[in-house]
């Protein structure tokens, strides 16, 4: 089961199912990182980047993100800040100890902009701070290669291709 999954978007990616996570833990302590210099992760017609795996100690990774979680600024929120939905977002996804399925949104495009307000930068920066620290529980270093790939079509929405253009 998904304990924590990390990714990021960008303007050329079709949607939140279509992008290779930078970060999962699996409840086994599995760790999957991506090598984001080695690939996309997203962006059509772009290879998938290289993966590496290790071990996690979950109650430490639990008790990071949980610290996070207890705080007002884990709240707030941080999506669509600048009312663009093609730009950026940092997206970390993560279930409860009853598996529950849980979203923290960023909107990391606006970060400098004037829309968004002060507690939304203290938001980011908390944000920010648990996704170091839990990438420095959660280290990798044998090479990891998929099993299953899944290729997904571009909804209509996606303002660089139609659905009926989109790249093979």
């Known amino acids: 089961?998904?304990?924590?999954?990390?990714?990021?978007?960008?303007?050329?990616?079709?949607?939140?199912?279509?992008?290779?996570?930078?970060?999962?833990?699996?409840?086994?302590?599995?760790?999957?990182?991506?090598?984001?210099?080695?690939?996309?992760?997203?962006?059509?017609?772009?290879?998938?980047?290289?993966?590496?795996?290790?071990?996690?100690?979950?109650?430490?990774?639990?008790?990071?993100?949980?610290?996070?979680?207890?705080?007002?600024?884990?709240?707030?929120?941080?999506?669509?800040?600048?009312?663009?939905?093609?730009?950026?977002?940092r997206v970390l996804q993560y279930a409860g100890q009853d598996r529950s399925r849980h979203v923290v949104i960023d909107d990391f495009q606006a970060f400098g902009s004037a829309e968004m307000v002060a507690a939304q930068r203290r938001g980011r920066a908390a944000l920010t701070a648990t996704i170091v620290d839990i990438q420095q529980l959660t280290p990798t270093s044998a090479a990891w290669t998929p099993s299953v790939v899944t290729v997904t079509k571009p909804a209509a929405w996606v303002p660089r291709y139609s659905s009926t253009d989109a790249p093979a």
């Open 1 to 89: 089961m998904l304990v924590l999954r990390w990714q990021s978007t960008g303007g050329s990616c079709a949607d939140l199912h279509t992008l290779v996570p930078e970060l999962v833990v699996l409840d086994d302590g599995t760790v999957i990182r991506t090598d984001p210099d080695t690939g996309s992760l997203g962006q059509y017609c772009q290879p998938i980047p290289t993966f590496t795996a290790g071990r996690a100690d979950l109650a430490k990774v639990r008790q990071r993100l949980q610290d996070y979680l207890s705080t007002d600024l884990s709240r707030i929120d941080m999506a669509h800040v600048n009312g663009m939905y093609d730009d950026g977002l």
